[in-house]
């Protein structure tokens, strides 16, 4: 495998007139690509695209499918393992977001509503998109 890129790393250098530096690194792996990969070119687009090499879409951003989400019932689930599930009326470019009507919660139990929350973006694990509001009673607690 070594041998075939060096091969192919040379040959693409004399396509180019001047040489490697005549192009930029961009177009050198782009055309190593179409050399080595020629059926999976898709996926190894894909491989560079999340590892920095090539930017990634705009609409695909996660800062830009959270901020289309704004209005909706979402949940957050913290570092430490509490819940919170609200309406996202705000986010900012930290992910810092603002929950309204927000309740607590932690193993499935709630522990508390709240009227409006800030929740750091720092301390957030993940984020439930249109996650559906449940029933938040404590009936299993009456019938004890």
Not at 9 to 15: A, E
Request: aromatic share 12%; glycine share 10%; proline share 2%.
């Amino acid at each position: 495998m070594f041998t075939l890129l060096f091969l192919v790393f040379f040959s693409s250098l004399s396509l180019y007139k001047g040489g490697f530096f005549a192009f930029g690194l961009k177009d050198f792996f782009k055309n190593l690509i179409d050399k080595l990969f020629i059926g999976k070119k898709k996926n190894l687009m894909m491989l560079l695209q999340k590892f920095g090499g090539i930017p990634m879409e705009a609409s695909k951003k996660p800062l830009n499918v959270l901020v289309k989400e704004m209005n909706a019932y979402i949940g957050i689930v913290l570092k430490n393992g509490i819940e919170y599930r609200g309406t996202m009326v705000h986010c900012d470019n930290y992910m810092n977001i603002i929950l309204e009507g927000a309740s607590e919660h932690y193993n499935g139990q709630l522990l508390a509503h709240y009227g409006q929350i800030l929740l750091r973006g720092n301390n957030i694990l993940y984020i439930i998109l249109n996650a559906t509001p449940k029933k938040e009673s404590n009936q299993g607690q009456q019938q004890s």
